[in-house]
């Protein structure tokens, strides 16, 4: 079963720092591109950051550059973000997305499946 | 960066009824754009990508449609368990932009 589980949100002060991450399952995860992607309470979803399936290349949306770095451990089958200076903005349900197809394979992507997300409040 | 502008923000419909969610970018993009369908306390799920293609399970009567900046999600009759929220994104490019949302409503 195609699976990715996400860990390590909770409460947290402005400020501070967290690291979430992201164990998938069921698939060739060094084959896959992945995001993370973030949807606050009660809004839309907001795309944060995605990494190569080797880890080469990696971008961020403006508002967490600077402060999140996405990596991975491809021999772990584990997706992190290591978030930095949270502020209030940052609270939201972070989703781990696997992007398919894999490396070489086609030319549309999507983003599928979805975790169920790792929820980070961010409050003094 | 890509912008994805997303409509109605919300509409309100009867089980039966046809139902059309537009999205439009802000510049062409052939045809990568995805529709994904959200549920109260869930996560999304990919409903269409590539404008058009329909992943395996998911019914026939939602079909996409578009290429270049205007595209369209089409519920052909809608069901008691399509009550829920859809979002467009494109994977053109980095920044990976989804649209606003549209809430789909019992009317």
């Known amino acids: 079963q195609v699976q990715v589980v996400e860990s390590g949100g909770g409460v947290v002060q402005p400020g501070r720092s967290l690291r979430l991450s992201c164990v998938a399952s069921?698939?060739?995860?060094?084959?896959?591109?992945m995001h993370w992607v973030r949807q606050a309470p009660g809004k839309g979803l907001e795309w944060v950051a995605v990494t190569s399936y080797d880890g080469s290349n990696k971008y961020y949306a403006d508002s967490v550059k600077g402060r999140f770095t996405i990596s991975r451990d491809n021999s772990n089958n584990t997706l992190y973000l290591q978030m930095n200076s949270l502020n209030t903005g940052d609270t939201a349900l972070y989703y781990c997305?696997?992007?398919?197809?894999?490396?070489?394979?086609?030319?549309?992507?999507?983003?599928?499946?979805w975790g169920q997300g790792t929820l980070v409040i961010v409050s003094s | 960066d890509i912008q994805m502008t997303q409509s109605p923000s919300s509409l309100s419909a009867s089980v039966g009824d046809r139902v059309a969610i537009t999205c439009r970018a802000s510049r062409s993009i052939s045809g990568f754009v995805n529709w994904y369908q959200q549920k109260p306390g869930k996560a999304p799920k990919l409903l269409v990508s590539?404008?058009?293609s329909l992943p395996s399970g998911v019914p026939s009567r939602f079909s996409g449609s578009g290429s270049g900046t205007d595209f369209t999600l089409t519920i052909s009759s809608l069901q008691p368990e399509d009550f829920a929220t859809y979002f467009c994104?494109?994977?053109?490019?980095?920044?990976?932009?989804f649209g606003q949302g549209t809430k789909v409503e019992v009317k």
């Open positions: 590539g404008a058009s």
């Open positions: 069921g698939f060739t995860f060094s084959n896959h591109a």
């Open positions: 994104q494109q994977s053109y490019h980095s920044p990976y932009a």
């Open positions: 997305v696997r992007e398919s197809p894999p490396y070489g394979s086609g030319s549309y992507s999507w983003f599928d499946p």
